[in-house]
């Protein structure tokens, strides 16, 4: 879809100043926001052709216009021009890797840090999902036999997480035995991955088929913990803004992020996928599948470990956030966690 110049410029000022306000946008608004000045009959006729094209819409007779889904997505692939980070929020984000070399804390403590710091900036919900652990690389891992039934099984990635589960065991075990498994897994000069820990619960008979069935691996048992993978801060936020005064409208939103297998997919999902800049999406309204009815925008970020796993990390707002600021400020979030993790 091309536009004029004039129609571009018009379009740009009703999207930002809908962004701002979250209240229909009149002739007279848009004049005095457009670069080049034109009469309102003229605005009225291009916001008309707008219309037409269905990049924004007119929600009652009386009221200026709102833009369409098709019109914030033209806004976010064709208009948008990043914000330059000011000089605080670039030495926010940079003081994030000084305060984790000095407080030496865990992994999950230092996405959980990100998480919030990300949601107080922007004032929107932030996610965070951790890496898969069947993508990883491991330096340690020990056995700790709890009884005859139970195993204690604790790994240490090659980044610096450690994972606790608790596996079932078939026959009877020593612990004199489990460390010698453990001590050669540990000797291996360049890690050990899940194939090479599910080999060893091989060895010692521990993995075997239960009624027919092979059990779980490990990484099906951590992967699938995503109370553990999926971290979400200050859901609050979203409570704030005008959209969501309607208590039907903040229940939904609350019952759909505590659904985090929904999260999980919308993020992971790599076909349906809108790409910005390569390595950053922004998803909007029905592209959110089943976060369609609120209305939403999401906008997340690939970060990768040393081993190249990768997580996501992201803001989910209403559909007209400052997409400008937003995309740059998670994309800098995750370039900085990136460096973290392949740097530790």
Do not use: W
């Not at 064709?78 to 003081?95: D, G, P, R």
């Not at 949601?119 to 709890?146: C, G, W």
């Not at 922004?282 to 976060?291: F, R, T, W």
């Amino acid at each position: 879809m091309q536009l004029s110049a004039r129609q571009h410029d018009i379009l740009q000022a009703i999207v930002e100043d809908y962004i701002n306000s979250a209240e229909p946008v009149g002739s007279r608004t848009v004049s005095k926001r457009i670069k080049i000045p034109v009469s309102s009959a003229t605005i009225r006729n291009e916001m008309s052709d707008l219309e037409e094209m269905g990049l924004i819409t007119q929600q009652h007779l009386s009221s200026g216009r709102v833009p369409t889904q098709k019109g914030l997505r033209f806004y976010i692939d064709c208009i948008v021009a990043l914000e330059q980070l000011s000089n605080e929020e670039s030495e926010m984000i940079n003081n994030i890797k000084k305060d984790y070399a000095v407080k030496k804390q865990h992994l999950k403590d230092l996405i959980k840090d990100i998480s919030k710091t990300l949601s107080n900036v922007m004032d929107y919900p932030s996610v965070v999902i951790a890496p898969k652990l069947s993508r990883e690389k491991f330096k340690k891992i020990q056995f700790l036999l709890l009884d005859e039934k139970n195993l204690l099984i604790t790994l240490v990635t090659c980044g610096g997480m450690i994972e606790h589960c608790n596996y079932k065991i078939d026959y009877p075990q020593t612990q004199e035995r489990l460390n010698l498994i453990a001590g050669e897994l540990n000797s291996m000069e360049k890690g050990f991955g899940v194939s090479d820990i599910n080999g060893a619960l091989n060895f010692l008979s521990i993995n075997k088929k239960v009624c027919g069935k092979e059990k779980l691996s490990i990484s099906d048992i951590f992967d699938g913990n995503l109370d553990d993978r999926i971290i979400f801060t200050g859901t609050e936020n979203i409570l704030k803004k005008p959209e969501f005064q309607n208590s039907e409208k903040m229940k939904l939103f609350i019952e759909i992020i505590n659904d985090k297998e929904k999260i999980l997919k919308i993020l992971t999902a790599g076909g349906a996928v809108k790409n910005f800049m390569d390595d950053t999406i922004v998803l909007i309204g029905d592209e959110l599948k089943d976060l369609r009815e609120l209305s939403l925008g999401l906008v997340a970020s690939e970060y990768k470990d040393s081993d190249d796993a990768c997580g996501v990390l992201g803001i989910i707002g209403p559909s007209r956030m400052e997409y400008s600021k937003v995309i740059s400020l998670v994309r800098e979030f995750a370039t900085k966690l990136s460096d973290i993790l392949k740097n530790k």
